[in-house]
C-alpha cells in the first residue's frame, strides 16, 4: 500500500502549481503589450519597417498586438484576391507619384480584410437568397427583350413564379370554375383576356382559363408511380409495386395497349389535330411535330439522346436520319478550312493503315507483329460515333414519311423496354396536349407561397406559385400570358427543363420557306389557342440550351437560356 507523502504528485500537477504558471502568463502577455512594436518585431522586421517596405504581419503577432479583440488571420482564406486588390490600388495611383510608406496600422487592413470575409461566411440563409438575386439581376446581361419569348420545345418539369402581387386567384377554385375549364379544354375554346385584370381573384374569366392551362394527356396513367421523367427515374420508381415485371401475359396487354394509343397519337398529328406529342422511354425521348412547326412543311421527329446501337437499329430498318448538330459542325469547319469531312478522315486513316502494313512487308517482320484484327479496326473507326453517344450531339432528325417507319421501329423495338430493374416491363410514356385513344387526363399541380424577404426598409412580402409536372410548350405559353393579365404585366420565373429535351431547340435545315397564314389555316383544328399556335410555328433559336429564367417588366420580356 503506498505511503502519501505531503507535496507528492507523480503523475499531475497541484492546483497551486497551475495557478502560477497562469499567473506566469498573464504577467508575459502584459509585458509584451507594453512593449514598444520595436521590440516586439524581430530586428529583420524592424529594420525592413525602419525603410519603408510594406510587409505581411505575423498572424500570431498581429493577435497578440490587438489584443483579446483582434482578428485573428483567417488561414483558408484566399491571398490572390486581396493581392488583385492591392494591385488595382497600386494601378489608380497617377503616374510618376510614389506610394507613401504606411504604418503598421496600414498593413493590418489585409486582416480587416480576412476578419470581413469569415463574417460573410456567417450570414443568414435570407440574407444569401436575397445576395444571390441581386447579383443574378445587375450582373447577368438578359439575352434578349421582346414581347413574347422565344419557343421552347423542351418539357420543363417545374415553374417557379415570383410576383409583388399575391396569387390568391389561383387557389381553391369553386367546383364550377373546375367544371368550365375542363370543358374549354375538351372543347378547345379560346379565351382571349384583358390585357390588366384590376381583381383577379373575382375573375371567373382568369380562373377558367387557368384550370384550362394546367390540362394534359398521359398514358399509361398508373397513380402510384412517376412516369415523368423517365430517363433515371428508376431511383424514384424503386420500391414501388410493379406486378407486370413477371408477368408475360400483363406486359403484352400493357404493349398492346401502348401500341394502339401510340398509333392514334400519329393519326391525329398526320391530320393536324394533333399539334405534336412526347414519347418518353427509360433511354431516349423523341418529340413529334406536326407539318408547320418549326418552319418545316412535313412531319418531323427528333431523337434524344441516341447512341451507337439505337442510329445502327434504325439503318437496318431502313429509316432515313440525319444528325442535325454533327452536319452543322462539319459544314463549319469546311467554312472555316480548319478541318476535312469526316469521310475523308475515314478514307486518310485507311490509307495510313495500308501504308503501315505494306512498310512491314517490306522489312520482313509482319509475321511477327500481330496485326489488328477486324473488329478492333471497325470500333476504332467507330470511335467518333461512340464518343457522341448519350451527349446532345447525338440528336437524331427523322423527316416525312420516315416517320412512319419510326412509328413501326418503335412498336416492334424489344430494347424499347426495360427488361430489368423498376422500369422493366413498363411501356414509354405518351404526352400530348390534346385527348387520344387510351389516354388519361391528369393535372399540373399548382400552389401558390407568401414568404417575408429582406428589403432595405425592413420585410416586405414576397408572393410566389410554383406549378410542377410536365409542363408542355404551349402550356408554358399559355401560363405567360394569363400572368401577364392577371400580375400587370410584371413577375419573374425560374424555369427547369428536362435536360434530355433541351436539346430539341435546334435550328432545323429547312427546305424552303413557308406560309404563315396557310399554316395556321390548316394548323386552326389542332387544339391549341391561336396566339399559342402562332408563337410555336417560329423558327427555334435557342440551339441546345432552353429557357431558364424569365423577367417580365411592364408586359417586355427578357429572358436567358
Known sequence: MALSVPGYSPSFKRPPEIVRLRRRRS??????????????????????LAAGLLLRPFPAAAGRIGGPTAARRNPFARLDNRLRVAAEASDGLPRGQPEAPSSFSDTNQE???????????????????????ISFSELDTPFSENTELPVDWSIKTRLLVTSSQPFT???????????????????????????????????????????????????????????????????????????????????????SDWSVSFTSLYNLLKTKLCPYFYVCTYQFTVLFRA?????????????????????????????EFSLPLIEENDQKKKAHGTSMGLGEEQAISDEDEEESFSWLEEMGVQDKIKKPDIHSIKLRKEKHEVQMDHRPESVVLVKGI?????????????????????????????????????????MLKARSINVKTQALSGYKDQFSMEITGPIMPHAL????????????????????????????????????????EAVHKELTNCGLHPKTLEQLSQIPLLGKSSLRKVEVNDYMCNWRS
Not at 381573384?201 to 398521359?218: H, P, V
Not at 401560363?479 to 434530355?500: C, V, W
Open 27 to 48: 504577467r508575459s502577455q502584459k509585458a509584451a503589450a507594453s512593449s514598444p512594436l520595436e521590440l516586439r518585431e524581430p530586428t529583420p522586421r524592424r529594420a525592413a
Open 111 to 133: 486582416n480587416d480584410m480576412l476578419w470581413e470575409e469569415t463574417l460573410s461566411e456567417k450570414t443568414t440563409a435570407t440574407e444569401l437568397s436575397q445576395a444571390s438575386h
Open 169 to 255: 386567384w389561383a387557389d381553391h377554385l369553386k367546383a364550377q370554375e373546375e367544371a368550365q375549364g375542363l370543358v374549354q379544354h375538351c372543347r378547345a375554346t379560346e379565351v382571349t383576356l384583358p390585357q390588366s385584370i384590376k381583381d383577379p381573384k373575382l375573375s371567373t374569366e382568369l380562373r377558367c382559363a387557368f384550370q384550362q392551362s394546367l390540362i394534359y394527356w398521359l398514358h399509361p396513367a398508373l397513380s402510384w408511380l412517376p412516369l415523368f421523367p423517365r430517363i433515371g427515374a428508376d431511383r424514384k420508381m424503386a420500391g414501388k409495386t410493379i406486378p407486370w415485371s413477371n408477368d408475360e401475359t400483363l406486359q403484352h396487354i400493357l404493349m
Open 291 to 319: 407539318a408547320g412547326f418549326a418552319g418545316s412543311n412535313v412531319i418531323t421527329a427528333l431523337i434524344s439522346p441516341t447512341t451507337r446501337g439505337l442510329r445502327e437499329a434504325m439503318k437496318n430498318e431502313g429509316i
Open 402 to 442: 420516315n416517320t412512319f417507319t419510326l412509328l413501326n421501329f418503335l412498336i416492334n423495338c424489344k430494347s424499347l423496354v426495360a427488361t430489368s430493374g423498376a422500369q422493366a416491363g413498363l411501356p414509354p410514356t405518351l404526352l400530348s396536349p390534346v385527348a387520344f385513344r387510351g389516354a388519361t387526363m391528369q
Open 477 to 516: 405559353h399559355s401560363m405567360t400570358m394569363l400572368l401577364k393579365s392577371s400580375q400587370s404585366g410584371s413577375f419573374s420565373a425560374g424555369l427547369y427543363p428536362h435536360e434530355p429535351t433541351a436539346v430539341f431547340n435546334i435550328h432545323l435545315p429547312l427546305d424552303k420557306l413557308l406560309d404563315k
